[in-house]
């Protein structure tokens, strides 16, 4: 899985669009083998983002929880720790 895909789900304040295009992009980017695609892929490329990134938001949208919102400052504060535990 990607590193930089991060939990959309259950968090405070809720994902945005763009937090799922991104997150998209990252997946379609690491199952392509490519970060940019050819002039003659690039359709292809951005026709897999947006139908990942649909998925994505009516995944979200769908998903139900009775667990309390996780705080996304403290998410990014407990990575950066074990970033600096693993890079030290």
């Known amino acids: 899985m990607c590193r930089n895909i991060h939990q ?3 968090v405070e304040p809720p994902a945005t669009g763009q937090e799922a295009r991104a997150a998209a992009l990252q997946y379609v980017r690491k199952v392509a083998g490519t970060t940019r ?3 003659r892929n ?3 490329f951005d026709r897999a983002v947006d139908a ?3 998925a994505t938001e009516e995944l979200l949208s769908s998903l139900v929880t009775t667990a309390p919102a996780r705080d996304r400052e403290a998410l990014a504060a407990r990575a950066r720790e ?3 535990r693993r890079y030290a």
């Open 8 to 10: 959309l789900h259950n």
């Open 52 to 54: 990942v990134a649909a």
């Open 42 to 44: 690039q359709e292809a």
């Open 82 to 84: 074990r970033a600096a």
């Open 37 to 39: 695609p050819s002039r």
